[in-house]
């Protein structure tokens, strides 16, 4: 017999946790799935224990910088299993801690992999549900690799499980995945390269910004191969080879080759047409105000839904005006003109707004201000030798259309960019703005 709830979630991650507060403070009965651990990728397996991994590397980064400026000392290095036991200090309490949060809200908590069994009703293991409206919020996983040996390969999040490094990693997939753990594995002394299948690595950043971060790559030592697509990869004894290209030429022997070619929504197992849901490679399809287009009992925002970003704010921000939507009837929708986003290599590369080949698609009048920051103050101090920005303003409405960073702080500064460009600011207003200085921020003001 189906259990009765005003409210059925997928997925515990920042998505259907957003959702499940919204409907619990209305006094919705909700019920909630969750198969692969509580909390969702980003506090688990994602950008939370990532950047405790990064933060060491910027550490020996920071002090190889410093040994230019007049410090003298030894050089720090990385105790692999330590910082991994440090890592898991953050990630092993969190599903307890979710659970213990959901259980406090009222949430029932149901452990197990959802499908559905028509518009209304899912099943989790033995248990069936009826819901008058359900919400999917399933997050994302690295996609699949199409090509054999497949299997051999590490997924992202098997590498951010990594008891022992290896001396030698492929990463295949020239996006932020690949470039932040090169950075970080790098520094721990391992050999890494990077196989991009297209004509240009970080595609989804600007050109100019990209091409300074693949030159700092190179002078790190990791080798950016960019053009070349992985066709196999085979056991040779205790290494692994790998092959490219339509005729399988061989490329190169390692220890590992990880995944860093992108992630997909994660609806396998679903049974979405069962539910009468549309759905792409993308995610499921839904409308401005994140409800399906084909079902209106479902909703679904975050990396499981064909919306423009896979990244957790947002995730958050439409679970939240999806929620609204849902629960109250309102007809709120998202603005995505200034959502910032980041890559954590060494300096970092942060992005927000259009890029300069967008905005010129678009037909802009714009002005475009860019430059090289490598001789200011700011990078020098900490030894940065490549560092760039570029800044797109309209020319009518004296607005920011775009900005990107490639250099030290860029991953604070982007974010005082993002609101001023969400707030309407004009680049005349943030250049005369008394900010504090010298800090990165200031900066700002010699890029306009």
Sequence with gaps: M?????????????????????????????????????????????????????????????????????????QPRIDWPALMRFKRSFTEPVDASVEQSLHDLGVDVVRGRAEFLAENRLAVGDREFQAAHIFIGAGATPMRLPFEGAQLVTTSDGFLELDELPGSIVFIGGGYISFEFAHIAARCGVSCKIIQRGDRALKLFDRDMAELVVAATRDLGVEVVIGEEVTDVQREGDRLRVHVGP????????????????????????????????????????????????????WSAGDCADTPF????????????????????????????????????????????LTEEQARRKGLEMDVFSGDMSGWSSSRRVG????????????????????????HKAEEMINALALAMGHGLTARQLKTFPLAYPTGIYELRYML
């Excluded at 849901?277 to 839904?286: I, N």
């Excluded at 896979?310 to 921000?317: I, K, R, S, Y």
């Excluded at 939240?320 to 959502?339: C, F, K, L, P, R």
């Excluded at 490549?386 to 797109?392: C, F, S, V």
Aim: positive net charge; glycine residues 10%; charged residues 25%.
């Design 2 to 74: 189906s259990e009765r709830v005003d409210l059925f979630i997928i997925g515990a991650g920042v998505a259907g946790r957003a959702v499940a507060k919204v409907a619990r403070r209305a006094g919705w009965s909700v019920a909630m799935a969750e198969a692969d651990g509580l909390g969702g990728t980003c506090p688990l397996r994602g950008c939370e224990p990532k950047k405790i991994l990064w933060q060491a590397a910027e550490t020996i980064w920071r002090a190889a910088g410093a040994r230019k400026n007049g410090l003298i000392d030894t």
């Design 384 to 407: 940065v030798e490549r560092a760039g920005y570029k800044l797109l303003v309209d020319k009518s409405t004296d607005r920011i259309l775009g900005a990107h960073l490639f250099g």
């Design 310 to 353: 896979q990244l957790t704010p947002v995730a958050d921000m439409e679970a939240w005006t999806a929620a609204q939507n849902m629960v109250h009837g309102e007809e709120i929708t998202v603005d995505y003109s200034a959502v910032p986003s980041v890559t954590f290599t060494l300096p970092p590369l942060a992005s927000v707004g």
């Design 247 to 298: 005729e399988r030429r061989r490329l190169c022997d390692c220890e590992m080759v990880v995944h860093g070619a992108g992630r997909a929504p994660n609806l396998d197992g679903l049974n979405l047409d069962r539910a009468r849901l549309e759905h792409t490679s993308r995610g499921v399809k839904v409308d401005a105000h994140f409800r399906s287009v084909s079902n209106p009992r479902v």
